[in-house]
T-cell receptor, first 113, second 112 residues
Framework: KAGVTQTPRYLIKTRGQQVTLSCSPI?????VSWYQQTPGQGLQFLFE???????NKGNFPGRFSGRQFSNSRSEMNVSTLELGDSALYLC????????????FGPGTRLTVL | QQPVQSPQAVILREGEDAVINCSSS?????VHWYRQKHGEAPVFLMI?????EQKGHDKISASFNEKKQQSSLYLTASQLSYSGTYFC?????????????FGDGTTLTVKP
């Protein structure tokens, strides 16, 4: 089975721009979660989608949004980028929404200049 | 609220044992454990779903004390390949289903 894929792997943007990150889960997985990872903050939960519905959302401003398509692929959008948004963005997929192991993708490294 | 992991860092010699703890102030439905090596994505180790459940494979095992809202990861006879940062992820009961909250991680370094 192919693993979780994320595109692009690296991005450099400037403040004020917006960015869209993509995540393709493992085939058959219906849940996709997004995390922001920074050296000082660890893994911070952004949101989780299950069957095209956002089930949960972390404590991030409205500039962070996402969606999930009928094929379970998910996108995450960050508008009006700030320097502090520089981070590794990881998505993870799992079979169901709760109580299942999560399989992480390689991440997208976003640098905001 | 994120779980608290302890210790923050540990250095071992090959063959030594280590215990990493994960505590939550809220009721837990499940606890997940992951290992992340530098520059790589976190890799799933195991999940514990029931209070008192214990799991293990190879020389890595974990326990989950539902009443105390704690989980511990046990690494025995550590190998160089065990080096990395270990994260526990927790899920609350139904109202927070699908929302995994991770601890800050425990950095494990195994030296020859």
């Amino acid at each position: 089975k192919a693993g979780v894929t994320q595109t692009p792997r690296y991005l450099i943007k400037t403040r004020g721009q917006q960015v869209t990150l993509s995540c393709s889960p493992i085939s058959g997985h219906r849940s996709v979660s997004w995390y922001q990872q920074t050296p000082g903050q660890g893994l911070q939960f952004l949101f989780e989608y299950f069957s095209e519905t956002q089930r949960n959302k972390g404590n991030f401003p409205g500039r962070f949004s996402g969606r999930q398509f009928s094929n379970s692929r998910s996108e995450m959008n960050v508008s009006t980028l700030e320097l502090g948004d520089s981070a590794l963005y990881l998505c993870a997929s799992s079979l169901e929404s709760t109580g299942n192991e999560q399989f992480f993708g390689p991440g997208t490294r976003l640098t905001v200049l | 609220q994120q779980p608290v992991q302890s210790p923050q860092a540990v250095i071992l010699r090959e063959g030594e044992d280590a215990v990493i703890n994960c505590s939550s102030s809220k009721a837990l439905y499940s606890v997940h454990w992951y290992r992340q090596k530098h520059g790589e994505a976190p890799v799933f180790l195991m999940i514990l779903l029931k209070g008192g459940e214990q799991k293990g494979h190879d020389k890595i095992s974990a326990s989950f004390n539902e009443k105390k809202q704690q989980s511990s990861l046990y690494l025995t006879a550590s190998q160089l390949s065990y080096s990395g940062t270990y994260f526990c992820g927790t899920e609350g009961p139904n109202t927070n289903a699908g929302k995994s909250t991770f601890g800050d991680g425990t950095t494990l370094t195994v030296k020859p």
